[in-house]
């Protein structure tokens, strides 16, 4: 009777065991919390700025983006300038000049994190005459960007070839891309300097159009590999910045790797351009993409890059870059 109520005992001590450690485990399981990520406004423009961070987004929509990301997508650079001077958003995609400008205007208050977009820039020829920038001279060329980037760069890819703009070539400026590719697809214009992804829709209404000259890979030869054509970035806030170093680092490498896929997985890339409102027609966007110049240059690659091209358009109107070459306090360099 002693041992069948031993055994009774030891039995429930050993079921009292049991079942403190099945409380102890409960208990460890929900003070378990999840990670709270970082809650990111950004703003993100049409066209091929945009690109690159549509497989973000769509990470960021199935909920396993690393940070809390609140996208909005706008149709203008002067959007961007608003919403990033109101704090309404951290980070945004703007072209390299406007953010220039806007280091400026805040007074430092953002920074430069990453170049994501090359030249998307190119000559466009209906025959088979041009094969060189040389080859430019004595040609009429429509163009749209009079007092901005297109302008200074067409202007300093001539000088650069030994071709004076104001004497050797007839520049026709016309007030926007629409007006240019009509031009272009009636036969109006023969020779004209124009953006992706407006190639791509004016060859698709005329197909004999050539595209005869990149000029990004122009602008490397013309400055001796010395600089790039870097005409969009990703910037952010500088108060938001030093406030969340980690955001920010996983957000640069979730962004790299989004452009890694979008110059890669093009028709996914495609249609994500569509469903999120960067371009029109994944069509289109697949047939563009590859002209894109979409590319993920940080730190001192970016610096060395692209601070020749800032002077160039310093040099053509120091109100492009916002009246002054800005200092090294606007790039963001985590390896200094």
Request: neutral net charge.
């Given at each position: ?148 980037n297109p302008e200074y760069i067409l202007k300093y890819i ?179």
């Amino acid at each position: 009777m002693k041992i069948k109520k031993g055994v009774m005992i030891i039995s429930a001590l050993v079921l009292l065991l049991f079942m403190l450690s099945g409380c102890r485990d409960d208990k460890t399981d929900l003070s378990a919390t999840t990670p709270v990520k970082t809650k990111v406004n950004a703003a993100v423009i049409k066209g091929p700025s945009g690109i690159g961070m549509v497989n973000l987004m769509e990470l960021n929509a199935s909920g396993t983006a690393d940070n809390d990301y609140n996208f909005t997508v706008v149709s203008s650079p002067d959007e961007i300038v608003s919403k990033i001077s109101n704090k309404e958003v951290d980070l945004a995609t703007p072209p390299t000049n406007l953010a220039a400008t806007l280091y400026k205007k805040t007074s430092g208050k953002v920074k430069m994190l990453a170049a994501s977009t090359k030249g998307v820039l190119y000559i466009l020829e209906d025959g088979d005459t041009i094969k060189s920038a040389a080859d430019l001279k004595g040609k009429t060329i429509y163009t749209t960007g009079q007092g901005a980037n297109p302008e200074y760069i067409l202007k300093y890819i001539l000088t650069k070839n030994g071709i004076d703009p104001e004497k050797d070539v007839n520049i026709i400026y016309k007030t926007d891309n629409d007006e240019l590719a009509t031009l272009l697809a009636t036969g109006a214009a023969s020779v004209a300097l124009v953006p992706e992804p407006i190639v791509t829709s004016v060859k698709a209404k005329k197909a004999e159009l050539r595209v005869a000259l990149d000029m990004t890979a122009e602008w490397e030869k013309a400055s001796g590999g010395k600089s790039q054509l870097l005409m969009g970035c990703v910037i952010g806030r500088t108060e938001f910045i030093e406030n969340n170093p980690e955001a920010v680092a996983k957000f640069l490498a979730e962004y790299e790797t989004s452009i890694s896929k979008a110059k890669t997985e093009i028709d996914s890339t495609a249609a994500l351009c569509e469903k999120y409102g960067i371009i029109p027609k994944a069509a289109v966007a697949k047939a563009a993409l590859p002209r894109c110049g979409l590319t993920y240059i940080d730190g001192n690659d970016m610096i060395n890059h692209i601070k020749g091209y800032f002077d160039v358009l310093f040099a053509a109107n120091p109100d492009s870059v916002g009246g002054t070459l800005p200092n090294d306090e606007f790039y963001y360099n985590p390896q200094k």
